[in-house]
């Protein structure tokens, strides 16, 4: 077998150094893309059909064109096989699956030839380039960074970072901000991912973080761990929120991220071009976190409702429109910080409401139970919100109400488990004129005031049930009377109820496939 035909070229070896080192990649991955050009090269003028690489030894520079040819019998490809009996003319050792090189003589590289390899070289570099940007930048998502503002298109700037090039889209600025070429900009890195058309960084300043991460640089504590931002909220250049709680007692969260005469907070307001920015406490009792979030309005009662996760602000009257802010954005802006939805009610209204339910709760008693306003009076001022309750508590809860004794609470029992049971019966009337099926009656969980809810929404089989999600039945029976409201997990779990039977219909048709 003839030798192999190589050629020297330190030179190429050289380029590859000077290009690895400016673009900051493995110089190997510079030294393969040239391979691959060459081994394009080779098959021009060779012929694309053939099996034809290079190799460039790393040492000196020598280049090797060879021509691979598989072992195979029987033949299905003369350009890129070679048959059995061939081979071992060429090498007695060969074997099926075995390849056959064919030394090639040097390329005299033409114009065309030239261009085409340094296209490929330009672009695998470039890939090798994107790929060092994406793994190096891939690290640092969550991180503040400086660039120069290198051309803005329809809005968005794109931003040099000096080894990388990263985007920030027209929403991700702050209203109102423009830049031009060559103004320095800095911005938060949200996210890093690889796209068609190469790895891309993706900058923001309207971020939340973005401001939690201003703080960090201008807080020495908050860069120590001594404190901690726990939520930010923010209106992007308007008005932001941030709760901060600190880890030694003795250091202020505040007024550290004040600082002296502001000058901290006035620091990250400046960058964010004058959002006003409210520093509040954080606390672990969801009811005080809330007050902290309203400041500066004043608050004069909380009341919580952890399932649906809804707090009822009151503040006084002259607080309100303080409490709800400008189009809304105080509260929505604690809201967001809190986690929590907020309705704001002035002292007026929560008296007039509460007044109001005093009255409906008063009335319900009084027409049911057949008793008089002042003993109807008494057992709301107790807390007794419902029929159930004076049914079902124990006697001596409700003799131990002034004025009332054991008597009076069990002849007040058996008015109120007949009032239910009159209910029920007439629940249970109009069920059935609303033709809800009976097996729905049956569910766990299921009133016979929710069956009449449902009937009158349409809802009157199991499968009408089992078709619904679980928040579409929590808004059904929500918008009735509140003696069939429903939280999210128990309507998920009537549902299920109700589903039960498609299991045990379609588990029985597989145990009797004739049924089919």
């Known amino acids: ?6 050629y020297a070229r330190p030179e190429l070896l050289q380029v590859a150094d000077t290009v690895a080192r400016d673009k900051g990649i493995d110089r190997d991955e510079v030294i393969e893309a040239m391979e691959q050009a060459i081994q394009k090269a080779g098959r021009s003028k060779y012929g694309q059909e053939y099996d034809i690489r290079a190799e460039i030894d790393r040492r000196n520079g020598e280049i090797r064109l060879l021509r691979f040819r598989e072992v195979a019998d029987p033949i299905e490809n003369e350009a890129t096989q070679i048959g059995l009996a061939e081979a071992q003319r060429l090498n007695p050792e060969a074997e099926i699956g075995d390849y056959i090189t064919d030394p090639l003589p040097p390329i005299d590289f033409g114009r065309i030839a030239a261009q085409t390899a340094k296209q490929v070289i330009v672009q695998k570099v470039r890939d090798a380039e994107r790929q060092r940007q994406f793994l190096e930048y891939r690290d640092r998502v969550a991180e503040i960074v400086n660039g120069l ?13 000096g080894r990388a090039e990263a985007m920030a889209r027209r929403d991700e600025l702050l209203p109102r901000e423009s830049f031009r070429q060559g103004e320095r900009m800095r911005a938060y890195i949200y996210d890093v991912r690889q796209e068609p058309r190469g790895p891309q960084i993706f900058l923001s300043r309207t971020h939340p973080q973005f401001m939690a991460k201003l703080f960090a640089q201008e807080v020495p504590e908050i860069y120590d761990g001594i404190i901690e931002i726990k939520a930010v909220a923010r209106d992007p250049g308007s008005r932001a929120k941030i709760a901060v709680v600190s880890r030694d007692s003795g250091i202020d969260p505040v007024g550290a991220c004040v600082g002296m005469r502001g000058s901290r907070v006035q620091a990250v307001v400046g960058e964010l071009q ?41 503040v006084p009257d002259d607080q309100l429109s303080l409490a709800i802010g400008r189009r809304g954005q105080n509260v929505r802006l604690a809201s967001q910080l809190t ?61 131990d109400i002034e004025g009332f004794d ?8 058996a008015r109120a488990r007949t009032a239910l049971e009159r209910r029920d019966r007439e629940y249970e009337r109009r069920r059935v004129e609303l033709g809800v099926a009976d097996d729905l009656a049956t569910l766990n969980g299921m009133t016979p005031a929710m069956l009449v809810a449902l009937g009158e929404k349409g809802i009157r089989t199991l499968d009408n049930l089992a078709d619904l999600a679980g928040d579409e039945l929590v808004e059904l029976l929500g918008s009735n009377a509140g003696s069939t409201a429903l939280d999210l997990e128990a309507a998920n779990g009537l549902i299920m109820q109700a589903r039960a039977h498609w299991f045990e219909d379609d588990a029985a048709s597989h145990a009797n496939p004739a049924r089919e």
Do not use: C
């Open 1 to 6: 077998m003839e030798s192999t035909v190589t």
């Open 149 to 161: 503002v290198k051309r803005v298109e329809f809005g968005n700037v794109v931003v040099d970072l």
């Open 274 to 314: 004058g959002e006003k920015i409210d520093i509040v406490p954080w606390a672990s009792d969801p009811a005080t976190f809330v007050v902290n979030a309203l400041a500066p309005a004043e608050v004069t009662k909380v009341v919580m409702d952890e399932e649906q996760r809804r707090v009822e602000v009151v």
């Open 339 to 399: 986690g929590w939805d907020i309705d704001i009610l002035t002292e007026a209204e929560e008296s007039e409401r509460r007044t109001e339910e005093f009255r409906i709760r008063s009335k319900t008693f009084i027409d049911a139970l057949d008793i008089d306003e002042v003993i109807a009076h008494l057992l709301v001022t107790e807390g007794f919100t419902s029929l159930e309750e004076v049914a079902y508590v124990t006697a001596n809860d409700l003799a």
């Open 406 to 413: 054991l008597d009076i609470a069990a002849e007040l029992q």
